[in-house]
């Protein structure tokens, strides 16, 4: 069964940083892009960061370019995203997808940035 969850929402302070986790299971991992989206209240669901099967190639919105870094680790089958200088738009539900033909989503992790 192809699942995917993600982890490490939560509240911070603005300028404070996360680190989510997205971990896979039932499917070859390494074969597939991976990207993380976030879906801010009212708002559409929007790419936020991608990245190739191998790890070598990278790609992130403007919005969040210079503070977010995501990553993979192919051993352990999980991604991760690297929230750093958060601000308060930068609240929503991250969610984290398979790429490809078959496009699969986890169930969302809230990041709420407040003080």
């Known amino acids: 069964q192809v699942q995917l969850v993600e982890s490490g929402g939560g509240l911070v302070q603005p300028g404070g940083s996360l680190r989510l986790s997205c971990a896979a299971s039932?499917?070859?991992?390494?074969?597939?892009?991976m990207s993380w989206y976030r879906q801010a209240p009212g708002k559409g669901r929007e790419l936020v960061a991608s990245?190739?099967?191998?790890?070598?190639?990278?790609n992130y919105a403007d919005s969040v370019k210079g503070r977010f870094t995501i990553s993979r680790d192919n051993a352990k089958t999980t991604i991760y995203l690297q929230m750093n200088s958060l601000k308060p738009e930068d609240t929503a539900v991250y969610y984290c997808?398979?790429?490809?033909?078959?496009?699969?989503w986890g169930q969302g992790t809230l990041v709420t940035v407040s003080s």
């Open positions: 997808k398979r790429e490809g033909l078959y496009r699969v």
């Open positions: 039932g499917f070859t991992f390494s074969d597939y892009a």
């Open positions: 990245i190739t099967g191998t790890g070598r190639n990278t």
